[in-house]
């Protein structure tokens, strides 16, 4: 087995010794008195006992040495070196930076330091280097307890053993909120007031020290804070964060002030409803607010929305307005003259002046009471007073009447409000079923005669239609009628004309011929009475010479044979003795002649009869 060199057995010890150094050499330099502090920590001292002088213990009530007594020591050893502090005389605890994130704060409590002050619950703020200068903590009268200064975000180095660190969260209020502040600490409020006025130079209630040094009030505050980042200690305030207060569009704030100093009513004598006051004094502001974004502590100031628009309210069931102000209004039921009771549905359109809008929350303290304590009782009252002066069917006839009353009525009864009555309109009326049964029996049959009467007035308007179109049909005949009638009279008069001219002719020469025939008459008639005389003669001495009934057979029998009758008939009867049946000759010739003329007589009017013809426009003719 080979040996080791001495050289080798030297090198191994050494590098031993080295590592061993190196791992106790901390160790071997505290036995030394020496402390090494890290880059990151500080060492916090307590020291057991002390040898020699004359502060060997601690005061009374005292949690730190301030100078050099035994026990935990107010000055606390930086990162480094340093010497003197024995082991058996002095513990080191290394503590590590205290780091405050972004959005933190530190809460501090203090373990030693003067007693609190009466009436305060926080320590207050003194010029400590953040808490970390123990020594000038209490140099400047530092005060035991939870203190009212905060660390803000950052790294410190601090005696955790003096003073305990919680970290709270930063306060932030969004865009459009505010943050309603309870104090604390502070003055006791004023008996009668519910919250602290506004105090100025206290950097929005981060500094609370100086709040309560310009006489700050605990509890709750008048001011508000808006959006932002705070370092608030959340043992001196908290705060609540609320929307901020919005008027709307055709809407005025009236804003109802529980804090302030008393102020004198505005509004004069004439209003004794209730005071008014000038803004920041407790009471109802005389000036609303117009539309828009308020920050305004709801705690303390109440802000009615105030409609500037019209504001219409349904008196209906199950109708309301997107306002809600109707939600408890419904159908006025009322009784009529004649017994019967109806529903009626009932519209009020109302407006309420900007500047009389003070006026109304003064007197009711919102719209809502407005509608419940005086429009509703007014317009149902009314509307049951007047249905009770007329029957259902005099209601529903003179509804635009009664509209109109009502409206009349109604804004002058608002007038005293501060109300603008704008109108009123009457919805539906519902009448009992049984009436309406009837009214309804009477309009159809009503309507059923309209009917009835526009059916036949379509009947003769349609007969009027067929006559006018036979009529145009005709037309064209009628004109060729009317034409002919023209040309008929037309030749007719001609006719006439030439009748009369042929007649006048005729006269003048049937004037002529009379004269001549009276002429020639004369003569002849002298003539013929002559030759006459001397025929007579003549047939005298004729008849004188034979029989009268002989004479006449000759003269008879002459005047038939001139005629072309026969004179001897086709058959002839002669009697037993030697007669013609008994009779003369002459006799059976005037027989045969009557019987053969009444044969042709009566040949002839048959003859006429199938021979006549009528001509149109005259009259028959044979």
Not at 130 to 139: H, I, Y
Not at 244 to 260: K, L, R
Not at 316 to 342: C, M, P, Q, W, Y
Request: some cysteine.
């Amino acid at each position: 087995m080979p040996s080791i060199s001495n050289t080798a057995i030297m090198w191994i010890s050494i590098v031993v010794g080295a590592i061993v150094l190196i791992a106790c050499y901390k160790l071997l330099l505290r036995l030394f008195g020496v402390i090494i502090v890290p880059e990151d920590s500080i060492g916090i001292v307590n020291k057991r006992f002390v040898i020699f002088g004359a502060n060997k213990t601690l005061p009374d009530g005292e949690v730190v040495a301030m100078k050099g007594e035994a026990g935990l020591q107010a000055d606390t050893l930086p990162p480094g070196l340093h010497f003197l502090y024995w082991p058996w005389q002095y513990t080191i605890r290394f503590q590590g930076f205290i780091t405050i994130d972004d959005d933190k704060i530190g809460i501090v409590e203090a373990r030693g330091g003067n007693a609190l002050t009466n009436g305060r619950v926080l320590a207050k703020q003194v010029d400590c280097d953040s808490f970390q200068d123990v020594r000038k903590f209490l140099g400047n009268g530092g005060q035991r307890g939870p203190q009212i200064a905060v660390i803000p975000p950052g790294t410190y180095r601090i005696n955790t053993e003096f003073f305990s660190i919680n970290p709270a969260s930063v306060l932030e209020i969004e865009d459009n909120k505010v943050g309603i502040v309870t104090v604390k600490d502070g003055e006791p409020l004023t008996t009668g007031e519910i919250a602290g006025k506004e105090i100025a130079g206290h950097n929005m209630f981060q500094e609370g020290e100086k709040f309560i040094i310009a006489g700050g009030h605990r509890g709750l505050q008048e001011q508000v804070l808006l959006a932002g980042r705070y370092f608030i200690n959340p043992r001196f305030a908290t705060v609540d964060t609320v929307d901020m207060t919005t008027v709307p569009i055709a809407n005025v704030g009236v804003v109802i002030a529980y804090v302030g100093e008393t102020g004198v009513d505005v509004t004069g004598d004439h209003f004794k409803h209730g005071n008014m006051v000038k803004k920041g004094q407790k009471g109802v502001w005389v000036d609303p607010l117009d539309p828009g974004k308020y920050a305004i502590n709801i705690l303390t100031h109440k802000v009615e929305a105030v409609p500037t628009a019209n504001i219409v309210l349904n008196w209906a069931n199950g109708k309301t307005e997107a306002h809600n102000l109707d939600k408890n209004l419904s159908t006025i039921t009322v009784r009529s003259a004649d017994g019967f009771t109806f529903n009626l549905d009932v519209s009020q359109i109302i407006h309420i002046p900007r500047a009389d809008a003070p006026k109304v929350i003064a007197r009711f303290g919102s719209v809502a009471n407005l509608v419940t304590q005086v429009l509703e009782p007014t317009i149902g009252n009314y509307f049951r007073n007047t249905a009770q002066n007329s029957d259902v069917i005099d209601f529903l006839k003179h509804r635009t009447a009664r509209q109109e009353e009502a409206r009349a009525a109604i804004a002058k009864a608002l007038q005293e409000y501060n109300v603008v009555a704008v109108d009123t309109l009457i919805g539906d009326i519902n009448p009992p079923a049984e009436l309406m049964k009837t009214l309804t029996d009477r309009k159809i049959a009503e309507q059923a005669k309209v009917t009835y009467d526009t059916q036949k007035l379509a009947q003769v308007t349609r007969q009027e239609l067929e006559e006018a179109t036979a009529r145009a049909n005709t037309q064209a005949r009628v004109v060729d009628a009317e034409r002919q009638v023209a040309i008929k009279t037309f030749e007719a008069n001609a006719n006439i004309e030439q009748a009369k001219g042929t007649a006048a002719a005729k006269r003048v020469e049937a004037d002529a011929e009379g004269y001549r025939v009276t002429t020639i008459g004369n003569a002849e008639g002298g003539k013929i009475e002559v030759i006459g005389l001397a025929e007579a003669k003549v047939t005298k001495a004729k008849i004188d010479s034979m029989e009268a009934n002989n004479y006449a057979a000759i003269k008879v029998a002459e005047a038939l044979a001139g005629a072309g009758i026969k004179l001897v008939p086709d058959v002839m009867v002669v009697g037993g003795n030697g007669s013609n049946g008994g009779g003369t000759l002459v006799d059976v010739l005037l027989a045969n002649t009557i019987r053969d003329q009444l044969t042709r007589a009566a040949s002839k009017t048959e003859a006429e009869k199938t021979t006549t013809t009528v001509e149109p426009g005259k009259p028959a003719s044979k």
